[in-house]
């Protein structure tokens, strides 16, 4: 069970350290890394969560992984604190909170962008400023293609949703000729 109050604790002491040091970035793509790994290998996955293997053999075969991948030192020593509390099940959790809280320092917020098709750069470009003016952050946007939204657009950033589909202007219209 994922406990995001829990991931957002470690990532905020995790992210005080970083900022001490100067390493925002050089943590952030290590747990990255790390989580593709954990997502990629079965057996370093099995390792790390099942019970079976002791403390001591999980950070130790995991600190020999990390340290050949060039890990910082400051994310070995979290991963084996993680270990040592029995919360490395929160690993993906924690990553992307600690990504928000850096985000959140940084003024940067995330978004999506659904379209019924592919947009070009330019349209992506202007719907990413727009959004940026909207929340007075910048916005890193990704994008998706549902062609079930026949034409227009959905952007979503935080909490907010913009929706400009045809799909949803016909649902409004009908609605309003119901009366």
């Known amino acids: 069970m994922i406990n995001t109050t829990l991931a957002k604790r470690y990532a905020k002491a995790l992210v005080a350290i970083g900022t ?5 970035e050089k943590y952030g793509e290590d747990l990255a ?18 019970p079976v ?31 040592d509390r029995k919360r490395i099940d929160q690993l993906a959790a924690i990553e992307e909170a600690y990504r928000e809280q850096v985000d959140n320092i940084r003024g940067i917020t995330r978004g999506e962008v659904t379209s ?33 939204l026949i034409g227009g657009l959905v952007a979503r950033v935080g909490d907010m949703v913009f929706d400009g589909t045809i799909r949803t202007q016909l649902n409004q219209l009908k609605e309003s000729l119901r009366g």
């Not at 750069?121 to 007075?136: F, H, P, Q, Y």
Request: net charge negative; no cysteine; charged share 30%.
């Open 33 to 50: 890394d790390l989580i593709s790994m954990v997502d990629a290998s079965k057996d370093f996955r099995e390792l790390l969560i099942n």
């Open 20 to 24: 001490e040091q100067n390493a925002l």
């Open 116 to 148: 019924a098709e592919a947009i070009t750069e330019e349209e992506l470009d202007r719907v990413t400023d727009a959004l940026s003016k909207i929340t007075g952050k910048q916005v890193l946007v990704t994008t998706k293609v549902d062609p079930y």
């Open 53 to 83: 293997f002791t403390k001591e053999d999980k950070k130790q075969i995991a600190g020999q992984i990390l340290d050949r991948m060039g890990t910082d030192r400051m994310v070995i020593n979290f991963v084996n604190v993680l270990i």
